[in-house]
């Protein structure tokens, strides 16, 4: 581990599943964290995320993982319980995505743990905000999605009412989560306390959308509707070239002026609904068709250039393929070469490879726990019990 990482030195207990906690955690382990992520035997849920090169690796796992080291645990027993103690001992942070409910009966609150770290950074994500009537309900990315307004902004802008095609919810709310861990620590840096934080995903989702299309709505009394009107508009779409799709914004006087230049329509300049940024807002429809016919007859790298010459900031629509093919290739030890997403964090000490394969089930769990002063026969003991998952089984 590099001492030029921000989060050399910090040790993370991670008890959370599937994408939102285990990315914020991934942020943390960039960052240098050490992550020791407690799984149930089984594994997590991201492990079987669609198909991968080794039975416990998906795809998604292989770098949602990374950096990381995992120990299987049953904390339902009074052993593994304590266990988890030992380890919280040696920890700075815990994080955990479990209901309310659930984290009562784990014996895993803040008041819990802090009996053995009383200056423990304890981060704890859910569904719902603690004090609603909704704070033990299940919650994931496509139900929070429809509570929050993204479907109903995807019809409103001419879509059908879809969901995102992306986990937008889990991943904004895993970046939340690394952020308030790096919130704690640094109040504990300054003040030697230790801190509580519980996250709600409803509450930052709708803050995440609002930030734009809460609009004219969020004067009180409204001004308007809610909904940013550029990105409703029924005609915001890529632009189709002879030969493919161009995405252009012409969000500035100059980008505009650069655009309808190419499209030898400079008789728009004098139109008075285009003069200004809120009369091209309020006219976005009618510049948006125009900006199509102005790309009609091009092909890409031809509009490109001209886009390029004037000033207007523009993009080829790339394929999913084509980007997971441009990312550099690593080895891991067990399931050989794969491709290594870029971090979601920067700066300081932050490697463009992984520092640590994506671990196996448990593959780490003697280890972790000899570390924290547990002996080879206790060890054993809790193998024989299955309090510790036996690393190896399904390789």
Same mark, same amino acid.
């Given at each position: 581990?590099?001492?030029?990482?921000?989060?050399?030195?910090?040790?993370?207990?991670?008890?959370?599943?599937?994408?939102?906690?285990?990315?914020?955690?991934?942020?943390?382990?960039?960052?240098?964290?050490?992550? $020791?992520? $407690?799984?149930?035997?089984?594994?997590?849920?991201?492990?079987?995320?669609?198909?991968?090169?080794?039975?416990?690796? !998906?795809?998604?796992?292989?770098?949602?993982?990374?950096?990381?080291? +995992?120990?299987?645990?049953?904390?339902?027993?009074?052993?593994?319980?304590?266990?988890?103690?030992?380890?919280?001992?040696?920890?700075?942070?815990?994080?955990?995505?479990?209901?309310?409910?659930?984290?009562?009966?784990?014996?895993?609150?803040?008041?819990?743990?802090?009996?053995?770290?009383?200056?423990?950074?304890?981060?704890?994500?859910?569904?719902?905000?603690?004090d609603s009537d909704r704070a033990d309900d299940a919650a994931y990315d496509d139900i929070i999605q429809a509570a929050t307004g993204l479907v109903d902004v995807a019809?409103? !802008?001419?879509?059908?009412?879809?969901?995102?095609?992306?986990?937008?919810?889990?991943? *904004?709310?895993?970046?939340?989560?690394?952020?308030?861990?790096?919130?704690?620590?640094?109040?504990?840096?300054?003040?030697?306390?230790?801190?509580?934080? =519980?996250?709600?995903?409803?509450?930052?989702?709708?803050?995440?959308?609002?930030?734009?299309?809460?609009?004219?709505?969020?004067?009180?009394?409204?001004?308007?509707? !809610?909904?940013?009107?550029?990105?409703? +508009?029924?005609?915001?779409?890529?632009?189709?070239?002879?030969?493919?799709?161009?995405?252009?914004?012409?969000?500035?006087?100059?980008?505009?002026?650069?655009?309808?230049?190419?499209?030898?329509?400079?008789?728009?300049?004098?139109?008075?609904?285009?003069?200004?940024?809120?009369?091209?807002?309020?006219?976005?429809?009618?510049?948006?068709?125009?900006?199509?016919?102005?790309?009609?007859?091009?092909?890409?790298?031809?509009?490109?250039?001209?886009?390029?010459?004037?000033? *207007?900031?523009?993009?080829?629509?790339?394929?999913?393929?084509?980007?997971?093919?441009?990312?550099?290739?690593?080895?891991?030890? *067990?399931?050989?070469?794969?491709?290594?997403?870029?971090?979601?964090?920067?700066?300081?000490? *932050?490697?463009?490879?992984?520092?640590?394969?994506?671990?196996?089930?448990?593959?780490?769990?003697?280890? =972790?726990?000899?570390?924290?002063?547990?002996?080879? !026969?206790?060890?054993?003991?809790?193998?024989?019990?299955?309090?510790?998952?036996?690393?190896?089984?399904? +390789?």
């Amino acid at each position: 581990m590099s001492a030029a990482q921000p989060l050399a030195g910090i040790r993370v207990i991670d008890l959370t599943s599937v994408v939102m906690g285990p990315l914020g955690t991934q942020m943390l382990a960039d960052l240098g964290a050490d992550v $020791i992520a $407690i799984e149930a035997p089984l594994g997590d849920a991201n492990r079987h995320m669609g198909t991968g090169p080794h039975p416990e690796l !998906s795809g998604v796992a292989l770098n949602l993982l990374r950096n990381k080291r +995992s120990i299987v645990l049953d904390l339902r027993s009074e052993s593994g319980h304590d266990a988890l103690l030992r380890l919280i001992r040696t920890a700075d942070v815990f994080v955990t995505n479990l209901r309310p409910g659930s984290r009562e009966r784990a014996r895993i609150t803040r008041g819990d743990l802090a009996q053995a770290r009383p200056d423990l950074i304890w981060c704890a994500a859910a569904g719902y905000p603690e004090d609603s009537d909704r704070a033990d309900d299940a919650a994931y990315d496509d139900i929070i999605q429809a509570a929050t307004g993204l479907v109903d902004v995807a019809e409103r !802008s001419g879509l059908p009412p879809v969901l995102s095609p992306t986990l937008l919810v889990d991943k *904004v709310c895993g970046m939340a989560l690394a952020q308030a861990v790096t919130t704690g620590l640094l109040h504990r840096e300054r003040t030697g306390e230790g801190s509580e934080t =519980v996250l709600a995903m409803y509450d930052i989702v709708r803050g995440f959308l609002l930030v734009e299309h809460g609009a004219a709505a969020i004067a009180e009394p409204p001004q308007g509707r !809610s909904g940013y009107p550029r990105l409703l +508009s029924h005609e915001r779409r890529p632009l189709r070239t002879t030969d493919g799709l161009v995405v252009i914004l012409a969000y500035e006087r100059h980008q505009f002026e650069g655009l309808i230049t190419i499209g030898g329509r400079r008789e728009m300049l004098a139109d008075e609904r285009f003069m200004t940024r809120l009369g091209r807002l309020d006219h976005i429809d009618e510049l948006y068709r125009e900006y199509q016919r102005i790309a009609d007859g091009h092909s890409t790298a031809s509009f490109l250039a001209a886009c390029a010459d004037h000033g *207007v900031p523009a993009a080829a629509v790339e394929t999913l393929d084509d980007i997971v093919a441009g990312l550099p290739v690593v080895e891991h030890p *067990v399931a050989g070469t794969y491709r290594h997403t870029p971090p979601l964090v920067g700066g300081l000490g *932050v490697t463009e490879g992984p520092r640590r394969p994506a671990p196996l089930l448990g593959e780490h769990g003697r280890e =972790v726990l000899a570390e924290v002063g547990l002996s080879e !026969s206790e060890i054993d003991a809790l193998e024989e019990t299955g309090v510790l998952g036996r690393y190896g089984r399904s +390789s």
